[in-house]
């Protein structure tokens, strides 16, 4: 298994094989971009905060004073807390992950734009990688997201999520007087947690979305039977490109449909990697040959 190593930002070489894959995004305005901005302003534009009581695919904070829509995870705690079987929610995970799988996380989800961002400064990267670390969403999911909620009565996973305080504690704490009245001690402590991912994730791809995501654990459920898969012909001569430009630090090779994958679709520019949908391959723009 390999833990770590430090490699220099944005410098790869021309050692890992011959096929030439696309790089990071380095624009802003790359298509992914453009489609993670525009969730991220779907999410909180306010114009539809009439449909606040419907979960939003992806992780976007219910406090937010612009939400349009309620957190999917938010609202698993909060059926937790008056113990009822959450029948719409189910239904809503599993349409969402029948269809796309983990590409929610890949193309919509703010939380992973912005770990996106910071991971782009240059500085020297860490490759981190662990199997059991992998499982800790799993975790996250069933014990803060779930039982600890089910058992307390409070939503423990929202009170320490760090969208939570960049969407919502730190706007209405500047905007409300009597918000910034009522900050204690735990808020300097949901501080210390978001400064630690956020670090985290100058140095690692994605941490959060790797090792500590419930959501993104409930979409993984579905990427071996979701309507988009992805799939590596026999080909393939295993250079590791894949991983070099992948947000979730993975080799597709290995297995086309982790867990882990979120479809953001950059190792598809490769000719051996095909995108499925439905069973039928979709061309991807820019593929090496």
Known sequence: MQWWCVFPASEY??????LKLAEPEKSFFSKRNIVQIGSLVINNSYFLSFLKFCPTPSLNCYACPWAN???????????????????????????????????????????????????????????????ILNKLGFV???LVAMLIPYLTKEHWFSKICFMGLLEGGIPLALSDPEVRMLIGT??????????????????????????FCPLGAV???????????????????????????????????????????????????????????????????????
């Open 140 to 142: 996250n999911l069933v």
């Open 219 to 289: 979409y993984s459920l579905f990427n071996r039977v979701s309507l988009v898969r992805l799939e590596v012909s026999e080909g393939c001569i295993q250079c590791n490109r894949c991983q070099e430009v992948c947000p979730m630090d993975i080799k597709i090779y290995e297995d086309p449909n982790s867990l882990q994958c979120i479809r953001c679709l950059a190792c598809a520019s490769c000719a051996f990697v095909e995108v499925k949908v439905g069973g039928r391959s979709r061309g991807v723009t820019g593929k090496s040959s």
């Open 13 to 18: 070489g021309d050692t890992l094989g011959p």
């Open 186 to 211: 735990f808020f300097y402590v949901k501080i210390a947690i978001t400064v630690f991912f956020l670090s985290l994730a100058v140095f690692i791809k994605r941490p959060f979305c790797r090792f």
């Open 69 to 131: 829509f309620a957190c999917p995870i938010g609202s698993l705690q909060h059926f937790m807390v008056i113990e009822r079987i959450p029948y719409f929610l189910i239904g809503f995970f599993v349409l969402v992950g029948a269809l796309f799988g983990r590409m929610v996380c890949g193309w919509f989800c703010p939380a992973g734009w912005f770990q996106d961002l910071l991971y782009k400064l240059r500085t020297p990267k860490i490759r981190f990688t662990s199997k």
